[in-house]
């Protein structure tokens, strides 16, 4: 019984951080990927950022719009996933989701995929002034 709960969204100024979290239940993060994604208003759900902790050391991956503002990070011993963001801008107004996908992490054009990610949480909202 999977269960992944996405906590620490609310609304900030332009400017400002958030940090959101996710707990993972009933899920073993081996070497799956983990990811965060976003829905915007009237847009299609995208990849934010997208981690992985297996025998290849680890690793993380950025859409472009929120690199060098957003960082993910995973603590395995509490089994929880983060995603800090600063410098939060307008444009990043969306309901945030955790993901889990069934098998590893991709590198490319398709790094990251809806249909890849099998376990989602229920959305965090952030909204920035």
């Known amino acids: 019984h999977v269960q992944l709960v996405e906590s620490g969204g609310g609304s900030v100024q332009a400017g400002g951080s958030l940090r959101l979290s996710c707990a993972a239940s009933?899920?073993?993060?081996?070497?799956?990927?983990m990811g965060w994604f976003r829905q915007a208003p009237g847009k299609e759900r995208e990849p934010v950022a997208t981690?992985?902790?297996?025998?290849?050391?680890?690793?993380?991956d950025y859409a472009d719009s929120v690199k060098g503002r957003f960082t993910i990070s995973s603590d395995n011993a509490k089994n929880t996933l983060y995603l800090q963001m600063n410098s939060l801008k307008p444009e990043d107004i969306a309901m945030y989701y955790c993901?889990?996908?069934?098998?590893?992490?991709?590198?490319?054009?398709?790094?990251?995929?809806?249909?890849?990610?099998?376990?989602w949480g229920p959305g965090t909202q952030v909204t920035v002034s």
């Open positions: 993901a889990a996908a069934r098998g590893f992490c991709v590198i490319g054009s398709n790094w990251a995929r809806v249909l890849d990610f099998g376990y």
């Open positions: 981690i992985w902790t297996g025998l290849d050391g680890g690793g993380a």
């Open positions: 009933g899920y073993t993060y081996s070497s799956n990927c």
